[in-house]
C-alpha cells in the first residue's frame, strides 16, 4: 500500500538573479548619517580633550585623554562646533559645583584650557601663604604622602630639587602633595611646590556670570589668580566661556600606555 503523498515543488534559485549588492548611493547615505550621530554626539552630549600642560597634576597628567560631558552646563557660541552665534549666554544654562573640573574658553584668545572650578559669583577667593581662603575661611589643607609621576629621559621636574629615580632606574619626580576639602564636602588633591608670587593675593569678589579657575598644581598653573593674558593667565571666566565638565579618560601615555588610568572618573 502506497501513502498518497503530495511532492513538494522544488524551487531552484534563481541563477540568472545577481546577489543584491551595497551600492554607491546606499554606502554614501550610510556616511552622512554617521557624520550626523557623530555630529549631533560632539555638539550635545561628549567632547574630547587631551591634556597638554602639568597645570592640573597630580589629578591629570600630560598624555591624558578624557571625555568631558557639555549638557551639565547648558550651551553656548563657545561649547558648540563651528562656532555656531547663538547669542550671548548659554541656553539651558546651570551653574558649575565648586571643585567642577571644568574645559572652557581662554577669555581672550579662546583656546581651550582645563582648571578646577573654585569660586561661583558672589564667593571671596584668596590666598594667604598657599593657602585657599574661601569667603573668609581657610579651606582645609592637609599634607599626603608624596605624588610621584615618571617622566621621560627628555623631560625635567619643575625644579632639580624634586628629581629622582624609581627602583627600576626610571627617572622621576616627586612633589609634595596636600588633600583640600571645600565647603561643599568635594575632596581633590594638590601640589605645592614652595614659594610663589601667588601664594598672597588680595581677595576677589567673583562677579555674576564668571567663575574662579585653579589649576591643582598650584605654583604651576595660569589660571584665576591674575588678570587675563593672552596665552596665559586666565583670570575670571565668564559662564559663557565654559564647555564642558571632564567625566573620565579614556586613554593614557606617558613612557608608556599608563593602562591604571584609563577609564579612570575624573
Known sequence: MTDNVTPREVVEPD????EKKEDWKSFGWFLVKLVIVVL??????????????????PRLLVGDYLFAAKWPYGYSRYSLPFDIDVGDGRIFESLPERGDVAIFKHPIDHTDYIKRVIGLPGDTVQM????????????????????????????????????MQTEDGTPACRY????????????????????????????VVVP????FMMGD??????????????????GLVPTENLVA??????????????????FKGI
Open 176 to 203: 609634595p602633595q596636600y588633600q583640600e576639602t571645600l565647603p561643599n564636602g568635594v575632596t581633590y588633591n594638590v601640589l605645592d611646590l614652595g614659594v610663589v608670587g601667588v601664594d598672597n593675593t588680595a581677595p
Open 128 to 163: 594667604v601663604d598657599g593657602q585657599l581662603v574661601l569667603n573668609g575661611t581657610p579651606v582645609p589643607k592637609e599634607r599626603i604622602e608624596d605624588f610621584i609621576v615618571e617622566i621621560r629621559a627628555d623631560e625635567r621636574c619643575y625644579s632639580g630639587r624634586f628629581s
Open 217 to 234: 598644581n598650584r605654583d604651576n598653573s595660569q589660571d584665576s589668580r591674575r588678570a587675563s593674558v593672552s596665552g596665559g593667565w586666565v
Open 40 to 57: 549631533v554626539f560632539r555638539t550635545f552630549v561628549f567632547t574630547s580633550f587631551n591634556i597638554p600642560s602639568e597645570s592640573m597634576m
Open 245 to 262: 565638565r571632564a567625566s573620565f579618560m579614556y586613554w593614557s601615555w606617558g613612557n608608556g600606555v599608563r593602562w591604571s588610568r584609563i
Open 208 to 211: 555674576e556670570g564668571h567663575v
Open 15 to 18: 541563477a540568472a538573479k545577481p
